[in-house]
């Protein structure tokens, strides 16, 4: 398994909405709110063998409220 954060920014007004939309998905293995550019971080996990950008395009990007991402590729874990 490969870990991976995305920043999340929402539309005004929206972040407890995607919080709520992406815990229901139950794809994120961690969800904060966050303060300065973005409003959300989440932690998410995918297969070794499973695509990064698909799985945000797919599985995170769809969600209504979200304004942009901002991907954080973890390589090792200490």
Known sequence: MKAFFVQIK???GKAYE????????????????TAGN???LA????EDDQDV??????????????KDTFTIVTFRAF
């Open 38 to 40: 973005y409003d959300l």
């Open 18 to 33: 995607v919080a709520s939309a992406l815990a229901d998905a139950e794809i994120a293995s961690e969800i904060y709110s």
């Open 53 to 66: 950008g698909h799985f945000i395009n797919e599985k995170v990007q769809v969600l209504p409220g979200i």
């Open 10 to 12: 929402c539309d005004l």
């Open 43 to 46: 932690k998410f996990y995918v």
